[in-house]
Nanobody, 131 residues
C-alpha cells in the first residue's frame, strides 16, 4: 500500500520544540521531492519547507526560516521536520507530501510551494503551541 504517515505532533509551550516524521510505505522517498505544509483553522494551506530528490537541497518559507530544519533519513525512508522556537502562530495541522523534483525547483525559484505539484499526501498531524 502506497502511503505517507506523519507523526510527532502534539501540544508544546511557546519556545519549545517538536520533531515531525513522515514515513513512506510502498515507495521510496528519495525518488521524490518532499514537502511539509500546514493548515490552521480558517486559513489556506501553507507550504513550510521542502527537500529536493537529488542532493538534499532545502527550501524554507520565511515564516519558519532559522527555526525549522527539514532532513532525510533514506535508510528509514523517512523525512523529518525539526521545529524549534515554536510560536502560537505555528499551530496547525501539518502534512507531508511527495512530488516530482519540479515541486522543489519551483519553490526555490519563486519562493512559494505549490500544493498542486505534490501528488501523494499524508493524513496530517496536529501541532498546538500554547501555554
Amino acid at each position: 500500500q502506497v502511503q505517507l504517515v506523519e507523526s510527532g505532533g502534539g501540544l508544546v509551550q511557546p519556545g519549545g520544540s517538536l520533531r515531525l516524521s513522515c514515513a513512506a510505505s510502498g515507495f521510496t522517498l528519495d525518488d521524490y521531492a518532499i514537502g511539509w505544509f500546514r493548515q490552521a483553522p480558517g486559513k489556506e494551506r501553507e507550504g513550510v519547507s521542502c527537500v529536493g530528490d537529488s542532493d538534499g537541497s532545502t527550501y524554507y518559507a520565511d515564516s519558519v526560516k532559522g527555526r525549522f530544519t527539514i532532513s532525510r533519513d533514506n535508510a528509514k525512508n523517512t523525512v523529518y521536520l525539526q521545529m524549534n522556537s515554536l510560536k502560537a502562530e505555528d499551530t496547525a495541522v501539518y502534512y507531508c507530501a511527495a512530488g516530482g523534483q519540479r515541486a522543489f525547483t519551483t519553490a526555490q525559484a519563486i519562493g512559494v510551494m505549490f500544493s498542486s505539484l505534490y501528488n501523494r499526501w499524508g493524513q496530517g498531524t496536529q501541532v498546538t503551541v500554547s501555554s
